[in-house]
């Protein structure tokens, strides 16, 4: 299983920019896809996921309403729209897949919880 993040790069404060994830050698449909992030001297944190069907969706507070995650089962791919940037949104993103349950709307927060892991792409946004 593969996953590769892209998409991110310098932008000024209420920018936008949107990260893609490719995944291949899985199973797309039988997993929940996430973005985390993780500043300099910080710990990896979750940003939103996306159940495995797309019907459900969840965001951590510091992000609702400025960033969409979304899914393309057509390409296995995973997308993460971001408007209104802020400098604090500055760090590395990382996408990861959860194998879940179809009847599974839980929202999985901890790094730990997913099985396979996208390199990270880098998201700068200036003041």
């Known amino acids: 299983v593969q996953l590769q993040a892209s998409g991110g790069g310098l932008v000024q404060a209420g920018g936008s920019l949107r990260l893609s994830c490719a995944t291949s050698?899985?199973?797309?449909?039988?997993?929940?896809i996430a973005w985390f992030r993780q500043a300099p001297g910080k710990e990896r944190e979750f940003v939103t996921s996306?159940?495995?069907?797309?019907?459900?969706?969840h965001y951590a507070d510091s992000v609702k309403g400025r960033f969409t995650i979304s899914r393309d089962r057509a390409k296995n791919m995973g997308y993460l729209q971001m408007n209104n940037l802020k400098p604090e949104d500055t760090a590395v993103y990382y996408c990861?897949?959860?194998?879940?349950?179809?009847?599974?709307?839980?929202?999985?927060?901890?790094?730990?919880?997913?099985?396979?892991w996208g390199q990270g792409t880098l998201v700068t946004v200036s003041s």
């Open positions: 990861a897949i959860k194998r879940t349950i179809v009847t599974n709307d839980n929202a999985y927060t901890i790094p730990r919880d997913y099985d396979y």
């Open positions: 050698g899985c199973s797309f449909d039988s997993y929940a």
């Open positions: 996306i159940t495995r069907r797309g019907g459900v969706t």
